[in-house]
């Protein structure tokens, strides 16, 4: 079955460590996207990338750093310098830009 | 005035009724429009597309006012299962840094009761 898979689901850290979430998709899409998602706010555009080796900041990059070696694979690293890393991490992905974008089942992080 | 609104809800229906969802945007040049619904602790998944049109899909019906800049989603004959949140989200134009992106609403929650 063709998706997009997010691993962990939930994942706890202490403050000041780095730690990067998986997102691998098999629908042979060219785009993939990372979102953030707080309670009772709508999501926000972390990273984006429209082609391998090609990546583009969204709105809230800052503390964020992303990867994109291989097409089904776009990697999140969320690094000590991100002031509020707790929240629900989405990846999605889509066949371009202008396509509709599908989510992964997300990633739960709680930093402590 | 936010990019794209949504009356958060919630909306507490019984089982067989019709509920309305509206969302306005901001942008009066974005291109495409979509409703997402999103159950507890899940995943958004897409609903559908909004057609300058209007479109329907089974019980759902969406129209696009792009006068008013408003969209809207019907469900007609509530299900037990139609209980989530229901996302507006908004496509803006091409911004000439290759960006296509989604402006999200915060949602509106659905509860069908029996």
């Known amino acids: 079955d063709g998706g997009i898979t997010q691993s962990p689901k939930y994942l706890f850290r202490k403050e000041g460590q780095n730690v990067t979430l998986s997102c691998e998709q098999n629908?042979?899409?060219?785009?993939m996207y990372w979102y953030r998602q707080d309670p009772g706010q709508g999501l926000r555009l972390i990273y984006y990338?429209?082609?391998?080796?090609?990546?583009q900041k969204g709105d809230i990059a800052e503390g964020y750093s992303v990867s994109r070696e291989k097409k089904e694979s776009f990697p999140l690293t969320v690094t000590s310098a991100q002031k509020n890393p707790t929240a629900f991490y989405l990846c999605?992905?889509?066949?371009?830009?202008?396509?509709?974008?599908?989510f992964g089942p997300g990633t739960r992080l709680t930093v402590t | 005035r936010k990019e794209v609104e949504q009356d958060p809800g919630p909306f507490n229906v019984p089982e067989g009724a019709t509920v309305a969802f509206n969302c306005t945007y901001s942008?009066?040049?974005?291109?495409?429009f979509f409703w997402y619904r999103q159950d507890c602790r899940k995943e958004p998944k897409l609903l559908m597309s909004?057609?300058?049109s209007g479109n329907e899909d089974g019980r759902f019906t969406a129209q696009l006012n792009r006068a008013s800049q408003y969209i809207s989603l019907l469900i007609r004959d509530s299900k037990l299962s139609d209980s989530a949140t229901y996302l507006c989200?908004?496509?803006?134009?091409?911004?000439?840094?290759?960006?296509?992106?989604?402006?999200f609403g915060k949602g509106t929650k659905l509860s069908v009761i029996p």
């Open positions: 999605a992905s889509s066949t371009g830009l202008a396509g509709e974008q599908y």
């Open positions: 629908l042979n899409h060219d785009a």
């Open positions: 990338s429209q082609i391998v080796n090609d990546f």
């Open positions: 942008n009066s040049a974005s291109q495409s």
């Open positions: 909004v057609y300058s």
């Open positions: 989200v908004v496509r803006g134009t091409y911004s000439g840094a290759g960006s296509y992106q989604l402006t």
